[in-house]
Nanobody, 117 residues
Framework: QVQLVESGGGVVQAGGSLRLSCVAS????????MGWFRQAPGKEREFVAR????????YYANSVKGRFTISRHIAKNTVYLQMDSLKPEDTAIYSC??????????WGQGTQVTVSS
């Protein structure tokens, strides 16, 4: 099993920045990719970004492209989400996920990000 723990959420004014972290533990040797989803109140869960664990290639939702940057530290089993130029519509619970090579997917508990106008 893989356990994921997020941190770094909080309250920030519009235009500000936050960096989320997600640490993976347990059976991490078969991790294929890691990424982030978010869910705002009353809305469906939305893909944000992902990174291929070995090669490092990234992919972003159009809504965050150019403002958010996903990265990883392989030795620390950690994925980061640097969020800049935050907007009130970025307010959501951000959840980290890890997908193994066999397609099993694991989720963190989520961290709240609130952007005030």
């Amino acid at each position: 099993q893989v356990q994921l723990v997020e941190s770094g959420g909080g309250v920030v004014q519009a235009g500000g920045s936050l960096r989320l972290s997600c640490v993976a533990s347990g059976r991490t040797f078969s991790t294929a990719l890691m990424g982030w989803f978010r869910q705002a109140p009353g809305k469906e869960r939305e893909f944000v970004a992902r990174i291929i664990w070995s090669g490092g290639s990234t992919y972003y939702a159009n809504s965050v492209k150019g403002r958010f940057t996903i990265s990883r530290h392989i030795a620390k089993n950690t994925v980061y989400l640097q969020m800049d130029s935050l907007k009130p519509e970025d307010t959501a619970i951000y959840s980290c996920y890890a997908r193994e090579s066999n397609s099993d997917t694991h989720w963190g508990q989520g961290t709240q990000v609130t952007v005030s106008s």
